[in-house]
């Protein structure tokens, strides 16, 4: 008797990542100080806080973080702190997505691989504002409850103990796999 014929298969419910995605993005914030600036001494942004909401296929970073630019005005001969909170929402689709996964148990989690960052300050063209790029970048996961199958013995390990079962694969070549597929988890 050949052991492959005794094997059977469990259909198992368990929570799985059956949704990923990943997505980088350039923003541009326009900051009104009470005094039209002169030059941009510096700028940074801080408080970045955000939450995931499962939306369809994707999933919405919503967040807000605060903006601070130091600014000369009054001809470089004084200078001030603007502040402004920002708020965004973020569209992240899920690249991967396992469609069989039971929808009402889905949970999302998003993490900032790159926090929003300033890369360039600049005066408007009227003067009266600062333009700041910000650059950002999100992972983002859904875990839900999905039906996995499991090669099962009907004697249990007794089956295993001396005899070789061959479930299909080659000899390990695992060139084809997604390297995205194989992130560490969100946190």
């Known amino acids: ?12 419910y368990t929570k799985a990542v059956c949704g990923k995605g990943r997505k980088f ?3 541009t914030n326009t900051v009104t100080p009470p005094h039209a600036p002169t030059s941009i001494l510096g700028a940074w942004i801080i408080n970045n806080q955000y939450d995931a909401v499962k939306a369809g296929e994707n999933v919405e970073v919503v967040g807000t973080y605060d903006i601070n630019i130091w600014y000369s005005y009054d001809r470089n001969t004084k200078t001030d ?4 909170t920002v708020s965004y929402v973020e569209v992240v689709p899920l ?6 996964h039971k929808s009402s148990t889905a949970e ?26 910000v650059e950002r970048e999100f992972k983002v996961e859904m875990i839900a409850e999905t039906k996995v199958w499991v ?4 004697n249990g390990s007794e089956d295993f103990d001396d005899k070789h079962v061959d479930f299909g694969t080659d000899d390990g070549d695992f060139e084809d796999l997604d390297p995205d597929l194989l992130d560490d988890e969100l946190g």
């Open 25 to 27: 993005s350039q923003v």
């Open 151 to 154: 090669v099962v013995s009907p």
């Open 81 to 84: 702190v603007a502040k402004e």
């Open 1 to 12: 008797m050949s052991l492959d014929k005794d094997l059977q298969v469990r259909e198992i």
């Open 95 to 100: 690249h991967y997505l396992d469609k069989r």
């Open 108 to 133: 999302v989690a998003a993490i900032a691989t790159q926090e929003p960052n300033c890369v360039e300050a600049s005066i408007s063209s009227s003067g009266a504002s600062v333009l700041i790029r």
